[in-house]
């Protein structure tokens, strides 16, 4: 056991010394073109449920968020294609005064992506996060990114979307705990219609209060076919090794195939991807004799996007995961995503997902909903009012995990916050423009007939966000 715990903290320590590696090898280049913003939120929250167990506990808690951002683009272009955010966050119990902390829950993330030539582009995904004694909302991420399609390259410069397993980590129990996901992806374009992409990822939980560590590793690889410029075909195949806390090690072979369909609109005399439909099937194979041996592999993935709002919806099936909770699942995840531009500085989203696990050990099934508002006071304050609600449901063997109690648990949470930005570098002062990661949402494909353009106008604030500064 000793052995697998030192193993687990080589692969996570590697895949984060690995991440930032990358970033210090192009400090020749980041002052060619570097900005860096620091912003303070300040917020109220209301949690019915501040430790996230059957004996709920409420209470209102003063959050106090300073965070430093940093971002690089190469010379002649706008988007970053690095970024990196640190944020500690700083908590007053109203009445829970003995765990008022400042750094019990804090975050480092950050996305590099680096274009070796206009045929071959790697992508690196960085995202640490420590929780302390509660389980809070609090500054809940609401952009306009959307779920990747399995043939979607990782977003530029950004950290990709968590998925199911990853999520877990907000609905164990009160407790310290550390969890870091890293990501890499490959993309090389063989021919204009051909595309060939792999990957890795390293997913790691420390439970520092209940013990143990989960760990998860995934190497990828698929092919990808551009057919009348509205169809990529693919077909992929994966090998996930779990290390799970219980024990259970699994190791999992995942084979697929399938289509992303995309369709086209006129606005503004600018054809640009709409609606896009991503549906894959193939198998799961378990061949470490723990867990769910096979399973159906699906992903059905639907996203809209109109002048001023998007829709994203589907479902993902097959072997996955479970965060420390139990081994190997064949996990079954419904999710939904929307936004909308209600005003020129008020937007407005909502979410929504749905998630069955069922493992040799204990099954159980996860619900979230969440809904919020933020409006742009001006180019460097704003606002926003966030609600959420989430459960968990644990059936018989719930208590024989340590994260997971038998019946359901749930929560309701409701933030207010303000935020302010300032820049750093080049300029200092009040901020100038909304963060960088902002605008209209996209949808991504590995082909330039297709390639990455926003896909709808959506209309920016009455400061729309200025280019990266470049400095020769």
């Known amino acids: ?175 310290h705990q550390l969890s870091n996901n890293f990501a890499f992806q490959g993309n090389y374009r063989y021919r204009p219609n051909i595309s060939i992409s792999s990957g890795y990822t390293n997913s790691y939980a420390k439970f520092l209060t209940r013990g143990g560590s989960d760990l998860t590793q995934t190497f990828s690889v698929r092919g990808i076919y551009n057919w009348k410029n509205e169809h990529n075909l693919h077909a992929g195949y994966s090998l996930s090794i779990v290390n799970p806390r219980n024990g259970d090690d699994g190791v999992i072979h995942d084979f697929d195939f399938g289509d992303d369909y995309f369709t086209s609109q006129v606005y503004k005399v600018q054809i640009t991807p709409t609606l896009n439909l991503a549906a894959s099937t193939g198998i799961s194979i378990n061949t470490s004799g723990n867990g769910p041996s096979i399973a159906n592999n699906t992903t059905l993935i639907i996203t809209k996007l109109w002048e001023k709002a998007f829709l994203s919806g589907g479902v993902r099936k097959g072997l996955t995961p479970t965060f420390g909770i139990s081994g190997v699942s064949d996990t079954t995840d419904l999710f939904a995503n929307f936004s909308v531009q209600l005003a020129e500085r008020l937007n407005a989203t909502a979410t929504s997902n749905f998630a069955f696990y069922d493992t040799d050990q204990v099954n159980f099934r996860t619900f979230q909903t969440s809904a919020g508002i933020h409006y742009l006071i001006n180019s460097w304050l704003s606002s926003g009012l966030y609600y959420s609600y989430r459960s968990i449901y644990g059936g018989s063997g719930a208590t024989n995990t340590g994260l997971l109690e038998k019946g359901t648990v749930s929560a309701s949470n409701v933030f207010l916050s303000v935020t302010a930005r300032f820049d750093i570098w080049p300029n200092t002062g009040l901020s100038r423009s909304e963060p960088f990661s902002g605008g209209a949402p996209v949808l991504r494909t590995p082909f330039p007939l297709t390639s990455a353009t926003p896909a709808a106008p959506f209309k920016q604030p009455a400061v729309p966000p200025r280019p990266l500064p470049i400095r020769d």
Not at 71 to 96: D, F
Not at 134 to 153: C, E, F, I, K, S
Request: net charge negative.
């Open 1 to 175: 056991m000793a052995c697998t715990k030192n193993r687990s903290r080589i692969w996570v320590s590697s895949a984060t010394l690995g991440f930032f590696g990358v970033l210090l090898l192009q400090v020749s280049e980041l002052w060619g073109a570097f900005a860096s913003q620091f912003s303070l939120s300040v917020g109220e929250e209301y949690s019915d449920n501040i430790f996230f167990s059957k004996e709920k506990e409420s209470d209102f808690v003063t959050l106090i968020v300073p965070r430093f951002s940093f971002y690089h683009a190469p010379v002649g272009e706008t988007v970053p294609t690095l970024s990196l955010n640190i944020a500690p966050k700083g908590q007053i119990y109203a009445r829970h005064s003995e765990i008022n902390n400042f750094g019990d829950d804090f975050s480092i993330n950050g996305g590099y992506t680096f274009h070796y030539s206009p045929r071959l582009t790697f992508n690196f995904s960085q995202d640490f996060k420590r929780q302390g004694d509660a389980r809070l909302t609090g500054l809940t991420d609401t952009g306009n990114q959307l779920p990747l399609t399995p043939t979607a390259p990782f977003p530029p410069g950004s950290t990709i979307p968590n998925l199911p397993a990853q999520s877990l980590r907000d609905y164990t129990p009160a407790g």
